[in-house]
Structures are given as C-alpha cells and as structure tokens.
C-alpha cells in the first residue's frame, strides 16, 4: 500500500521553529521528487519547497528562503522540512506529495499525505 504521512505540526510563537517529516511507505522516496505545500484558509495552494529524486535540485518559495531547509534521510525513508524563524503569515496546512520531477502545479502530483497543521500566533 502507497502512502505517505507527515508529521510534526503544532502550534508555535512567531520566531520559533518546527520540523515536518514526510515518511513514505509502499515505496521508496529515494526515488521520487518530494514537494511540500501549505494551504491556508481562503489562499491558493503554494508549494513552499521540492527536492529531486537524487538531491541535486532544490527549490524554496520566495517568502520561506532563508528560513525553511528541504532535506531527505534515507534510512527513515522520509523528507523533512526544517521550519525556522515562523511567521504567522507561514500558518497553514502543510502537505507532502510525490511525483516523477518537481512541478510548481499541485494538480500533477501523484501521491499525498493528509497533512499537518502548522499554527504560528503569540
């Protein structure tokens, strides 16, 4: 069975930090472009941040740069994404998903978690 789950959501004060992971099981995620989006109430779907199958691209949304790391472990089959320096404007559903390549469009990714609540507020 394919599935993919994240973890590490919660609620934090604004410069705190929070790391998600991404654990995949069914198959391997070495294998596999992972992005993570977010989705706040009332906003469009915004991929934060993807890393190629063998590490070698990565890329972060404009406003995360500089905060957010994309990293894979490979003997936990996962993909975290360090979150530092939170904002609340960085609250929001945070989902991972997989596909062949890294793609800016959510339509044409293959797999999903069910995501993880991220909560930045004092």
């Known amino acids: 069975q394919v599935q993919l789950v994240e973890s590490g959501g919660g609620l934090v004060q604004p410069g705190g930090s929070l790391r998600l992971s991404c654990a995949a099981s069914?198959?391997?995620?070495?294998?596999?472009?992972v992005a993570w989006f977010r989705q706040a109430p009332g906003k469009e779907r915004e991929r934060v941040s993807c890393?190629?199958?063998?590490?070698?691209?990565?890329i972060y949304a404009d406003s995360v740069k500089g905060r957010f790391a994309i990293s894979r472990d490979s003997a936990k089959n996962t993909v975290d994404l360090q979150m530092n320096s939170l904002k609340p404007e960085d609250t929001a559903v945070y989902y991972c998903?997989?596909?062949?390549?890294?793609?800016?469009?959510?339509?044409?990714?293959?797999?999903w978690g069910q995501g993880t609540q991220v909560t930045v507020s004092s």
């Open positions: 998903a997989t596909r062949r390549g890294c793609n800016p469009n959510y339509r044409v990714y293959d797999y």
């Open positions: 069914g198959f391997m995620l070495d294998y596999y472009a």
């Open positions: 890393i190629s199958s063998g590490g070698g691209f990565i």
